[in-house]
């Protein structure tokens, strides 16, 4: 059974000040949806749905510039959905069963719209680009598989989905501003693949630590 307390006992996260900073930032934003009756669930919806759009375009517009700065735009706007989520949910004070299932299945389902269209663009390894979003999903739910057996929910790293989200808006940025691709993106993603598969055994051994 999916316990939404288990939610309560993740790991704390490696927050830096820059997410202090922009958590604080966002609050009044999270209070406004909330007193709009906006809260948590609906703006995981909205992060879906918005990611979904997002990559429609940038399929539409596959081989333009332009269609990779909006990856790297879609991914810093989603971002600040995300925390603006967190923030809702904390005042909440817990989050329901349902939207704990919206938020992992939304997270991944964001994840697939925005990248799989990469796979369209010339000089992007497609092969790379579906595992890293197919291993993506796994390790995701190599975070939640533990919480059954009363286990935290597991973010560990070194690969997790913000981490994930860095590497490609990076790439939209540099790529959609004129840098040519090449072997070297076919490098960076097989790294990326490499660390995705230490994080899924880390998120599994540790939630096993847990358990045990």
């Given amino acids: 059974m999916l316990d939404p307390s288990?939610?309560?006992?993740?790991?704390?996260?490696?927050?830096?000040?820059?997410?202090?900073?922009?958590?604080?930032?966002?609050?009044?934003?999270?209070?406004?949806?909330?007193?709009?009756?906006?809260?948590?669930?609906?703006?995981?919806?909205?992060?879906?749905a918005f990611s979904f759009l997002a990559g429609a375009v940038i399929l539409y517009g596959s081989g333009r510039k332009w269609s990779l700065l909006l990856l790297t735009l879609s991914l810093l706007f989603l971002a600040g959905l995300n925390s603006i989520e967190e923030i809702s949910a904390q005042g909440e004070d817990r989050k329901n069963k349902r939207e704990i299932v919206v938020k992992e299945l939304g997270n991944v389902l964001s994840e697939a719209f925005l990248y799989l269209p990469l796979c369209r663009f010339r000089g992007f390894p497609a092969f790379w680009i579906v595992l890293i979003v197919v291993f993506g999903i796994v390790s995701e739910m190599a975070g939640v598989i533990g919480i059954q057996f009363g286990a935290s929910r597991r973010y560990d790293g070194p690969m997790g989905r913000g981490n994930r989200a860095i590497v490609f808006g990076l790439i939209g940025l540099?790529?959609?501003?004129?840098?040519?691709?090449?072997?070297?993106?076919?490098?960076?993603?097989?790294?990326?693949?490499?660390?995705?598969?230490?994080?899924?055994?880390?998120?599994?051994?540790?939630?096993q630590k847990e358990i045990i």
Avoid: D, H, M
């Fill in 174 to 207: 540099v790529v959609g501003g004129g840098l040519r691709p090449g072997l070297w993106l076919g490098g960076i993603f097989i790294i990326v693949f490499i660390l995705l598969i230490v994080t899924i055994v880390n998120r599994l051994t540790r939630a």
């Fill in 6 to 48: 288990s939610f309560l006992r993740k790991p704390a996260r490696p927050a830096g000040g820059q997410e202090s900073i922009l958590k604080n930032k966002l609050t009044p934003v999270a209070r406004f949806f909330a007193a709009k009756g906006l809260g948590a669930e609906r703006v995981a919806y909205a992060a879906t």
